[in-house]
């Protein structure tokens, strides 16, 4: 947003919290040039990583039990992929 300082004087005070709470930059110019821009303080500190991605995810139903399906690991279908992988296996 753009303002004259004139605008800028008389308002001071609610433009600053204007500012602070829609983060907004607001230019002040005078006679049509802009002057100086008003910017919201960014809170520099780093934030934790952990819990950042908190009340972001949906569960829908049970986590735990599979849905009618048989996993890899429990038909075997996959076996073959592993194949001279275990201990003493393929070995003469």
């Known amino acids: 947003m753009n303002i ?3 605008e800028f004087k008389a ?3 609610e433009l600053i919290d204007e500012v602070a709470t829609t983060h907004e930059p607001l230019v002040i110019g005078k006679r ?11 809170d520099e500190t780093p934030k934790s990583m952990f819990g950042y991605m908190k009340g972001t995810v949906t569960i829908h ?3 735990l039990v599979p849905q009618d399906e048989l996993w890899s690991a429990e038909s075997g ?7 001279g992988l275990r201990p003493g296996e393929g070995k003469k």
Not at 32 to 42: A, C, F, H, R, T
Not at 77 to 83: I, T
């Open 32 to 42: 049509g040039k802009p002057l100086v821009k008003l910017v919201p303080i960014v």
């Open 77 to 83: 279908d996959e076996d073959d992929l592993y194949a």
């Open 61 to 63: 139903g049970d986590i």
């Open 11 to 13: 308002n001071c005070l």
């Open 4 to 6: 004259n300082v004139s």
